[in-house]
């Protein structure tokens, strides 16, 4: 699956509720209606004492997916995106400093083996609810070349992330460069069961943030617009 990320900051002079409201209404309603995505996913940032300086940096990431690169690449040109998203984004975007990332993904726990975390646990999937925790990290470019490492999935699993992608640069369309080594994502329920995890393991969190090496990460409220 080809997922696009846009990484948003908010204009200055837009206080962060503003920036949010209008981000899911009006841009997101009219953003669900854009044809060719498999999903839509804005993911809505917020501070943790988990996380250090720098989780603030965007204020949100627009996470639609597509079947092909081809599809990722067209959404600048899909007419409803010309006539109505294109002109409402610099009503509430610093679209100057705003990143646009496309790659493939690759899930590497889509549900917790068996024994791993409670069985209410392993019913829960985040293609089915319209909400989610999420902690998303970029790899900047001057990062850990081996930030995706062999033991991602068991950090993942001792600081019960429910779901764990990572994400490497689509080469069709970052053919000339790429803005980032890589992505990586990883899921709860609630807040709660986040820190909860965490907590539990410290250790392992450190961990596997600290492969990445220079990155932005932060914790979001994923909020699901299409399936």
């Known amino acids: 699956m080809i997922r696009f990320f846009a990484l948003l900051p908010r204009r200055p002079d837009i206080d962060r509720q503003r920036f949010h409201d209008h981000w899911r209404h009006p841009h997101g309603t009219m953003g669900r209606q854009i044809p060719g995505m498999l999903t839509y996913v804005q993911g809505h940032q917020f501070d943790t004492d988990r996380l250090g300086p720098g989780q603030d940096k965007y204020d949100g990431v627009a996470m639609p997916s597509f079947d092909s690169p081809k599809d990722a690449a067209a959404l600048v040109d899909e007419p409803l995106f010309v006539d109505n998203i294109r002109p409402d984004e610099p009503l509430f975007q610093d679209l100057p400093n705003v990143i646009f990332f496309i790659t493939e993904e ?14 209410v646990d392993r019913q829960w999937d985040v293609l089915e609810r319209p909400t989610s925790i999420h902690l998303l990290q970029f790899v900047h470019l001057d990062g850990n070349l081996g930030w995706a490492g062999a033991n991602d999935a068991e950090l993942g699993l001792r600081i019960g992330a429910l779901r764990h992608a990572v994400n490497r640069p689509s080469a069709e369309v970052h053919s000339d460069g790429a803005p980032f080594l890589g992505a990586r994502q990883l899921w709860w329920p609630t807040l709660t069961a986040f820190q909860d995890g965490v907590d539990a393991d410290r250790a392992a969190f450190d961990e596997l943030l600290a ?8 914790l979001a409220v994923s909020e699901r617009f299409v399936r």
């Open 106 to 119: 690759d899930v590497i726990v889509s549900r917790p083996p068996i024994g791993a975390v409670s069985a």
């Open 211 to 218: 492969q990445a090496g220079h990155a932005v990460t932060m």
